[in-house]
C-alpha cells in the first residue's frame, strides 16, 4: 500500500469540524486504490497566539517540510486582527514553501441553486489561478509618525519572475481543460500604471508561445460585472494576489456556498509541500454548532488526491460529494437544508461505500 505523510492544521472555528471530516472521506475514497494516509495534525493558530504569542512556532516551515502535502482547515479569530492571523500562519506557509499557484475551481454543480437566475447546473465551470506569493501581499511598507500626522505605506511587489511563471501556469492549464481554451488576465492597469500595466505586457508575451489558447484582459471592476452578467463565458481566470482573492469570493457566491469552494496551494515543481484548504474562513458564527459545511474541505481533499496522484480516489471523492448534493436530501443551512457536518459526512461516506 502507498502511504502518504500528511501534515493536519485544523486551525480555527470551523476548520476544526470540516477537516477530521474531509479526512474520513479522503481515506475512505483512497482505501479501494490502495493508498492510505498517515496525518500528523499540528495546533497552531489563534489559541496558540493566545498561549504563545506567535500563530506558529519559529521552526514550523522545518516541521513541516518533510510532508507529501499540507492539508489545512481554517483561520481566523475575533479576538485577533486579521492581517495578525493570516500573516502569522498561511503566508509564511504560502511563501517560504512557493506555492505560487493558488487554484480555486467554481462550478455550479447538480442540486445546487445559485442566486442568478439564468445559469443552469453545469453552465459555470471555471477555476480562478491566483498568484499567491508577491503582488498586494507582500506585506512591503510600515508605518510612521503617529495622530493627525499618521502615515501608512503598503507596496506591492511584481516581479518578472513570480508574474510570468504563475501566468504561464494559467495558459498550461487553460491548454489541458476540455472547454473553451480561454484564458482572461485581469488586472488594473488604467489606474495602476506600473504595476498591471507590466502584468499587462507579460501576459501578452506570453500568450504569444500558446496560440491555440484564446486570450482577454479585463479590468477588475468590469470582471466582476461580468462574472455576475456571464459567468458561463469563464473558463480560466489569471489575477494578482489581492484580484485573485477577491474574485474567487465572488465565483464562491455564484456558485452557490463558500461552503463549496476548495482551494489548492500549489508548489507546481513539488520541491515543497503543497497545501491545500476550504476557500471559507473559520466562520466564528456558526463554529461549535456542528452545521458547518464540510464539502468545500472534502473538495480540497479531491484535489490534493489529483496532485499526489491518485487521480481515480479524486474522482471517486468528487463523484460521492456531488451525489449528495444531487439527491439534496442531506445538505447543511448554508444551502438551504437543515443537515449537521456529521450527518453530510455520514451521507459521502455511504455514497463511498
Known amino acids: 500500500m502507498k502511504t502518504y505523510r500528511i501534515a493536519v492544521i485544523p486551525g480555527d472555528g470551523i476548520g476544526n469540524e470540516v477537516t477530521p471530516a474531509a479526512m474520513r472521506a479522503i481515506e475512505a475514497a483512497a482505501q479501494r486504490f490502495d493508498a492510505g494516509f498517515t496525518w500528523t495534525s499540528f495546533p497552531w493558530g489563534s489559541a496558540h497566539y493566545v498561549e504563545h504569542g506567535r500563530m506558529m512556532p519559529a521552526d514550523a516551515l ?14 481566523g479569530d475575533p479576538r485577533i486582527q486579521d492581517n495578525v492571523t493570516l500573516n502569522g500562519l498561511l503566508l509564511p506557509i504560502r511563501r517560504g514553501f512557493d506555492q505560487y499557484a493558488c487554484v480555486r475551481p467554481a462550478v455550479l454543480y447538480p442540486g445546487v441553486r ?42 506591492a511587489v511584481f516581479t518578472r519572475h513570480g508574474t510570468e511563471r504563475v501566468i504561464r501556469f494559467a495558459f498550461e492549464l487553460a491548454r489541458r481543460r476540455d472547454r473553451k481554451h480561454l484564458l482572461t488576465s485581469v488586472t488594473k492597469s488604467n489606474a495602476q500604471g506600473f504595476s498591471m500595466a507590466f502584468w499587462d505586457r507579460v501576459f501578452s508575451e506570453v500568450a504569444r508561445e500558446y496560440p491555440d489558447v484564446r486570450t482577454e484582459s479585463l479590468l477588475v471592476d468590469a470582471a466582476c460585472m461580468d462574472l455576475v452578467r456571464r459567468p458561463q463565458d469563464f473558463d480560466v481566470i489569471v489575477a494578482s494576489n489581492l484580484f485573485g482573492d477577491i474574485l474567487t469570493d465572488l465565483s464562491a457566491a455564484i456558485t452557490g456556498s463558500l461552503g463549496l469552494a476548495p482551494s489548492a496551494n500549489l508548489n507546481p515543481a513539488r520541491t515543497f509541500p503543497s497545501m491545500f484548504e476550504p476557500v471559507h474562513g473559520s466562520a466564528p458564527d456558526i463554529a461549535g454548532r456542528g452545521v458547518a459545511n464540510p464539502m468545500a474541505a472534502m473538495l480540497a481533499g479531491a484535489m490534493m488526491l489529483e496532485f499526489l496522484g491518485e487521480t481515480d480516489a479524486a474522482k471517486r471523492l468528487e463523484s460521492a460529494v456531488l451525489r449528495v448534493l444531487a439527491d439534496g436530501r442531506t445538505i447543511t443551512p448554508d444551502l438551504g437544508g437543515r443537515a449537521g457536518t456529521d450527518d453530510v459526512t455520514g451521507a459521502v461516506l455511504a455514497q463511498l461505500r
Not at 70 to 75: Q, R, S
Not at 114 to 128: H, R, S, T
Open 62 to 75: 522545518d516541521r513541516l517540510r518533510p510532508f507529501e502535502a499540507i492539508f489545512f482547515g481554517a483561520v
Open 114 to 155: 445559485g442566486p442568478l437566475a439564468g445559469p443552469k447546473p453545469g453552465e459555470i465551470d471555471f477555476v480562478v489561478v491566483r498568484e499567491n506569493t508577491e503582488g498586494e501581499y507582500a506585506q512591503i511598507g510600515g508605518i510612521v509618525h503617529s495622530g493627525s500626522e499618521e502615515v501608512a505605506i503598503q507596496s
